[in-house]
Each structure stands twice: as structure tokens, then as C-alpha cells.
């Protein structure tokens, strides 16, 4: 199913091995903005803005996974029905083998 307006052309899909996702029905220009989502629609808005600039914050990724498990089985979490929808596993970095951790070196993960 496409949504089709003035200002976007994408689907809503889902696979069972990555959840939920959009995308798009037509070929996109490079540089097209193509959502805007306000601060307070984002999970974790509330938590430091400022975590990365910041270093007494400390790590804002491990801020912000220690929010969602937090949360993950909070009923009346205003975006619990949101987490619930998140994939039980997903692959991340630091559980990939080494050889594939390396793939990493130069970015902002190494």
C-alpha cells in the first residue's frame, strides 16, 4: 500500500527478520527531505540532548539503550505499543565477529 500526497510516496512495510519500515514506491532526488519529525516525537527526546557534547553526560547510546529495556516492559509507556513493535534481536557491532568488528576501523563505532 502506497500513501500518496503532495509530499510523499513510500509504503509501510514489514518483513519478520526487520520489523516495520517505509519505503519508497517512486525514484527519489537526491537531497529530498523526505520526513520531518518533531523532538517530542522521538523516542528518548527527553533524555541529555547535549549527552555527545558533553562528556559528563557520559554515553548517550548507552543512555539510550538503557532507557528502551527500561521501558520495553512498561505498559503505560506513552511509546510502548512503539517498542513493542521493535525487532526482539537485532545484529549489533559489538556482537559481530572480529574480523567483521575490523570493517569498523576509521568510523565513529571503532
Known amino acids: ?4 500526497d503532495s509530499t510523499t510516496n513510500v509504503r509501510i512495510s ?3 527478520d526487520k520489523g516495520y519500515g517505509l519505503q519508497a514506491c517512486r525514484d ?3 537531497g529530498t527531505t523526505l520526513f520531518r519529525v518533531p523532538r517530542s516525537g522521538c523516542y528518548g527526546a527527553s533524555l541529555h540532548s547535549d549527552a555527545d557534547a558533553d562528556p559528563q553526560h557520559g554515553d548517550s547510546q548507552f543512555e539510550l539503550a538503557a532507557a528502551l529495556l527500561r521501558d ?3 505498559v503505560d509507556h506513552p511509546f510502548a505499543a512503539k517498542l513493542r513493535m521493535l525487532p526482539a534481536t537485532v545484529s549489533c557491532p559489538w ?3 572480529e574480523e567483521s568488528q575490523q570493517l569498523l576501523a576509521g568510523t565513529e563505532l571503532d
Open 1 to 4: 500500500m502506497c500513501i500518496r
Open 72 to 74: 520495553w516492559q512498561l
Open 14 to 16: 514489514h518483513s519478520p
Open 28 to 30: 527519489i532526488k537526491e
Open 95 to 97: 556482537t559481530w565477529p
